[in-house]
């Protein structure tokens, strides 16, 4: 069975760019979460969708901002680029609210590079 | 607000030498508690968890207690292999924030032969 899969690997944008990061979760799952990786910062949580409804959002600035679709995929996109959006951002799939099991799988990230 | 603090690293140790990382939380209420694990080009796994006081967590090898008195849930582990370098992470969610993760900031662990 696939895990979660997130693309691209790498991207490379610089200042005042859009980037659009993608993510599948594991088949059966409803429920996708993004998180940021920045050095030194630890990992902070994004946003939290399920059923295709942004359900929790971290505290992020209105430029970061996402969607699931239909097939419970999800895109993250962050405009107006900044240095420091320079990250790895994570998904993270999930049973959704409804399940018991509120066990998180995590994908391997895709890593932001802002010039 | 919620957070989440645990040892700095990088914490260098011999192949069978006992592993211990503090973790300390602040929150409200009775916060679940986890700890995940990122080996070096994977993503994040569950290693372990505990949803209420006095719970233990284990996996592994890996165990950790929800102590509610002293807020903490320290990882630790017996006997360390070169396969548990790795960067491990203590995280809470709240039982009112569902799907909301509070991370600390990683402790990388190196086992050497």
């Known amino acids: 069975e696939a895990g979660v899969t997130q693309s691209p690997t790498h991207l490379i944008k610089t200042r005042g760019q859009q980037a659009t990061l993608r993510c599948s979760p594991i088949s059966g799952h409803t429920s996708v979460y993004w998180y940021q990786q920045a050095l030194g910062l630890g990992l902070q949580f994004l946003l939290w969708?399920?059923?295709?409804?942004?359900?929790n959002r971290g505290n992020f600035p209105p430029r970061f901002s996402g969607r699931q679709f239909p097939n419970y995929s999800s895109e993250l996109n962050v405009n107006a680029l900044e240095l420091e959006d320079s990250a790895l951002y994570l998904c993270?799939?999930?049973?959704?609210?409804?399940?018991?099991?509120?066990?998180?799988?995590f994908g391997s990230g895709t890593q932001l590079s802002v010039l | 607000g919620d957070s989440v603090t645990q040892m700095e690293g990088p914490v260098t140790l011999s192949e069978e030498a006992f592993l211990t990382i503090n973790c300390t939380y602040t929150a409200t209420g009775y916060p679940s508690l986890f700890w995940y694990v990122q080996y070096p080009g994977e993503g994040l796994q569950l290693l372990l968890k505990a949803t209420k006081a006095d719970d233990k967590g284990s996996n592994k090898g890996f165990e950790a207690t929800y102590r509610k008195e002293t807020t903490s849930f320290h990882l630790e582990k017996g006997s360390v292999q070169v396969s548990d370098s790795a960067v491990y992470f203590c995280a809470l969610r709240r039982s009112d924030s569902w799907g909301k993760l509070q991370f600390g900031a990683g402790t990388q662990v190196v086992v050497t032969p």
């Open positions: 993270a799939s999930s049973l959704g609210q409804r399940a018991t099991n509120e066990k998180l799988f």
């Open positions: 969708y399920d059923e295709g409804e942004e359900r």
